[in-house]
T-cell receptor, first 112, second 115 residues
């Protein structure tokens, strides 16, 4: 079982809709969770992080964490074509110091 | 703004060559990392370093070594390049305060092709 799992997609949503990206992780001691966006041919850039159960909002983005279910998600409201990218979920695992373990990413396509 | 600079954007090397990938960061970050990224496999950690002259193996260190002689520079070395090391290589760094307080910053990547 992979440590961090994501559906590879592509996930297609119409412009203006809510995009929902999901991620599960296997290490119950994982403490902090990160969402990165990666445009084709570019390096990943941090969108937001979360470490407490519940929701965390930043503009059009909302991260949701449920540690009991080992599940973290990213919601993108009012999706724009510029949101089309691959979204990487990353987890800082227990005892891993400052290392991140990444999922394989979900490709999001926002269609006009 | 933090800048993580990788010396080459594209490299083409022959099987058996010794290859050096260089990474420099300009923000006095303690922690530096080398990842490789492959379709369907995502980002995988090769090696990392928490301090000068210090290195630790990541998840896939075989066939690689690293060098950190100065705080700002972290080099990835392929001792004898093989075709299965064709990949996108990403360097990253951050402060040692913890990932929540100091996010990981990536370089632009080096796309290495081994023929």
């Amino acid at each position: 079982q992979k440590e961090v799992e994501q559906n590879s997609g592509p996930l297609s949503v119409p412009e203006g809709a809510i995009a929902s990206l999901n991620c599960t992780y296997s290490d119950r001691g994982s403490q902090s969770f990160f969402w990165y966006r990666q445009y084709s041919g570019k390096s990943p850039e941090l969108i937001m992080f979360i470490y407490s159960n519940g929701d965390k909002e930043d503009g059009r983005f909302t991260a949701q964490l449920n540690k009991a279910s080992q599940y973290v998600s990213l919601l993108i409201r009012d999706s724009q074509p510029s949101d089309s990218a691959t979204y990487l979920c990353a987890v800082a695992v227990t005892g891993g110091g400052n290392k991140l373990t990444f999922g394989t990413g979900t490709q999001l396509k926002v269609e006009l | 703004d933090v800048k993580v600079t990788q010396s080459s954007r594209y490299l083409v090397k022959r099987t058996g060559e010794k290859v050096f990938l260089e990474c420099v960061q300009d923000m006095d970050h303690e922690n530096m990392f080398w990842y490789r990224q492959d379709p369907g496999l995502g980002l995988r950690l090769i090696y990392f370093s928490y301090d000068v002259k210090m290195k630790e193996k990541g998840d896939i260190p075989e066939g690689y070594s690293v060098s950190r002689e100065k705080k700002e520079r972290f080099s990835l070395i392929l001792e004898s390049a093989s075709t299965n090391q064709t990949s996108m290589y990403l360097c990253a760094s951050h402060l040692s305060r913890g990932l929540v307080n100091s996010p990981l910053h990536f370089g632009n990547g080096t796309r290495l092709t081994v023929t």
